[in-house]
């Protein structure tokens, strides 16, 4: 005699089961959850990242099923450590893309090592107390070092002018 499946087994029939690594967008190494991503982010690869509001659970949905246990798994996804977001294990590129476009990850340490990175330029963190992750200037080319020096005596010049003007 068969047996009829239990509520929820009918539920979830049909649904796979995911289940959502915290990996790292920068290097792809695999963590334990997403506050131990975002600290291996900045610990590593020197950029700050925002987690999740505390006490938001991930929000259901009928076309997926999402697991703890691996072993539980039909399919392996990347997930995201600042929200939920998430895509299949073998592109870590579109997580890549996700995370520097939706969460604009900050340069706060220059000595950490990131050669991984893309090449897309990310922005500095002002040590200035008045900085504010909305009111930041958009996105550009990194400054030569060599233009530096140029661009401080041209301020000089323009400082000693209107110093001059305003006397």
């Known amino acids: 005699m068969k047996t009829s499946p239990n509520a929820s087994n009918v539920k979830n029939l049909g649904r796979p089961k995911i289940y959502l690594q915290h990996t790292c967008y920068i290097c792809g190494n ?5 506050t131990q991503t975002i600290k291996h982010i900045k610990a590593v690869h020197g950029y ?3 987690s999740r509001a505390v006490g938001h659970k991930r929000p259901q949905d ?4 999402y697991v703890r246990d691996m072993s539980n798994a039909d399919v ?3 997930a995201c450590p600042s929200c939920w977001f998430h895509c299949p294990e073998d592109d870590l590129e579109a997580l890549n893309e ?5 969460h604009d990850p900050v340069k706060v340490d220059i000595t950490k090592d990131d050669d991984l990175v893309s090449t897309r330029p990310t922005r500095m963190r ?3 107390a008045s900085s504010n992750r909305s009111n930041s200037l958009p996105r550009s080319a990194p400054i030569d070092q060599s233009d530096v020096h140029q661009i401080n005596q041209k301020l000089d010049e323009l400082i000693k002018l209107f110093s001059k003007f305003y006397k």
């Open 30 to 34: 695999a963590m334990s959850g997403g």
């Open 48 to 50: 700050e990242i925002p």
């Open 62 to 65: 009928n076309d997926q099923e």
């Open 76 to 78: 392996l996804h990347y």
């Open 98 to 102: 996700h995370t520097r476009d939706e």
């Open 126 to 128: 002002s040590n200035s």
